[in-house]
Each structure stands twice: as structure tokens, then as C-alpha cells.
Nanobody
Framework: VQLVESGGGLVRPGGSLRLSCRTP??????YAWFRQAPGLGREFVAD????????KYADSVKGRFTISRDDSKNTVYLQMNSLKPEDTAVYHC?????????????????WGQGTQVTVSS
């Protein structure tokens, strides 16, 4: 599975970025974003289901981040507003995971290469 992530960069606290995750030639039912900060494990950020009526967020990003999808472009987005230094991480997209007990379980075979987000003044 090919996933192409983009949109990361360096931004000041309070700024915004929009990440994109494109899956050329394929559309999956469910998608999620995860992130990994230096020295820490991978952390769930947000997920979206096949028709976009279920969107779940980590408590740390709720109210600041928005996940969305455009199936005509085989792309999932993560709009990140009011960014904080603690949001600094490599952000990874995952496609085709399943829900178990209400939680998104990643598809181990479909991780993108990641895009770096750095929030610093």
C-alpha cells in the first residue's frame, strides 16, 4: 500500500498546518493519523470512518485538529490549528485499519513515511 504524506513544516506556536495523506489508486474505509515525538512511542491523533460521520480525536488535540477526507482525490487531511510545541512530532497516516471496541486498530501494512511537524518560536 502506497501512502504519500505531505504538509509538514516549521510553524510558530499558535500557527496552523494542513497535512495530507494520499493513497494513489486506492480508497480505504477507515483512516487515522498517528504521531511520534523523539524518544516516545507512536501516539494516536485522529481517525475517520468510511463515510466520515465518525471522527475521533485524542484528548490532547480535541478542538484544535480536524480530520477530513476527499475520496475523489483518495486523500485524507489533518487540519491543525493553535499548534503547540508539544505537537512537535513526525506525523504518520494509516489506511485501512479496523475498529475494535470503538478504537482504531492500525493496518500494519499501510504506514506512510511520515511528515515532520515542528512547532517552535
Amino acid at each position: 500500500v502506497q501512502l504519500v504524506e505531505s504538509g509538514g513544516g516549521l510553524v510558530r506556536p499558535g500557527g496552523s498546518l494542513r497535512l495530507s495523506c494520499r493513497t494513489p489508486g486506492s480508497t480505504f474505509d477507515n483512516y487515522a493519523w498517528f504521531r511520534q515525538a523523539p524518544g516516545l512511542g507512536r501516539e494516536f491523533v485522529a481517525d475517520i470512518n468510511n463515510i466520515g460521520d465518525r471522527k475521533k480525536y485524542a484528548d490532547s488535540v480535541k478542538g484544535r485538529f480536524t480530520i477530513s477526507r476527499d475520496d475523489s482525490k483518495n486523500t485524507v487531511y489533518l487540519q491543525m490549528n493553535s499548534l503547540k510545541p508539544e505537537d512537535t512530532a513526525v506525523y504518520h497516516c494509516n489506511a485501512g485499519g479496523e475498529y475494535y471496541s470503538g478504537l482504531y486498530r492500525p493496518n500494519s501494512g499501510s504506514w506512510g513515511q511520515g511528515t515532520q511537524v515542528t512547532v517552535s518560536s
